[in-house]
């Protein structure tokens, strides 16, 4: 059964200490792995898609990576609006997108 | 350009009422995904359209659920009777299959209460 897990399931940062978040995924014929912000009251927001093992992505303070069994989000030097839950999905070789549970990221000034 | 409008934003109703959730698409948006996300969980995948085709309802529970897309641009998700584990937030997603990027455009979502 495909499957997204990620962890933790919320992470506490003060302004500036990095931090990575991790999403393991089972998923049969991978055809893209996904990276969502999602603020309160708010639908999911895209910031990355990774194709393949070894791949790599950026955008400001947050680079995402890709192994064959899991992905990181690595947020560094992360500021207050960087808080927000972040959520990682694999798409399926059925044209489905399997979404995990999601990190509840806090950053305090 | 405008992003997937969704309404209502909110909506709450008494148990076994009708509610009907409506959502218009990114122009030339060929996909069309309807979502539901309970508190504190990731999004799970209700039904998708490709044009005016429904190509994956399996996880949408018939007995009382039923969506439409008709001409193949807004969609209609409905709830007949509703029941109090139905609240959550629905949500309207669209991608186009040309560019082939998989990324999804949401909407705000509908937030239903069943009381």
């Known amino acids: 059964e495909d499957q997204v897990t990620q962890s933790p399931e919320a992470l506490r940062l003060q302004e500036g200490e990095s931090s990575s978040l991790n999403c393991s995924y089972t998923?049969?014929?991978?055809?893209?792995l996904f990276w969502y912000r999602q603020d309160p009251g708010k639908g999911p927001e895209f910031l990355f898609t990774?194709?393949?093992a070894g791949e790599e992505k950026e955008k400001e303070r947050l680079k995402a990576t890709l192994t064959k069994k899991e992905s990181f989000l690595h947020i560094t030097a992360p500021k207050p609006e960087d808080s927000a839950t972040y959520l990682c999905?694999?798409?399926?070789?059925?044209?489905?997108?399997?979404f995990g549970k999601g990190t509840k990221l806090s950053v305090k000034p | 350009e405008a992003g997937v409008v969704q309404s209502p934003r909110y909506k709450i109703i008494e148990k076994k009422q009708p509610v009907a959730f409506w959502c218009n698409p990114i122009?030339?948006?060929?996909?069309l995904y309807w979502y539901l996300q309970n508190l504190g969980q990731g999004p799970e995948l209700l039904i998708r359209y490709e044009n005016e085709e429904a190509v994956d309802d399996s996880q949408l529970p018939k007995d009382r659920f039923s969506a439409e897309r008709l001409k193949g641009v807004d969609s209609t998700l409905k709830i007949q009777p509703a029941e109090l584990g139905d609240s959550a937030v629905y949500l309207c997603?669209?991608?186009?299959?040309?560019?082939?990027?998989?990324?999804?455009?949401f909407g705000e979502g509908s937030r239903l209460t069943v009381l």
């Open positions: 998923v049969s014929g991978l055809r893209g």
């Open positions: 997603a669209s991608s186009s299959y040309r560019e082939n990027t998989g990324e999804l455009f």
């Open positions: 990774l194709y393949s």
């Open positions: 122009s030339g948006h060929n996909t």
């Open positions: 999905a694999a798409g399926g070789s059925q044209g489905n997108l399997i």
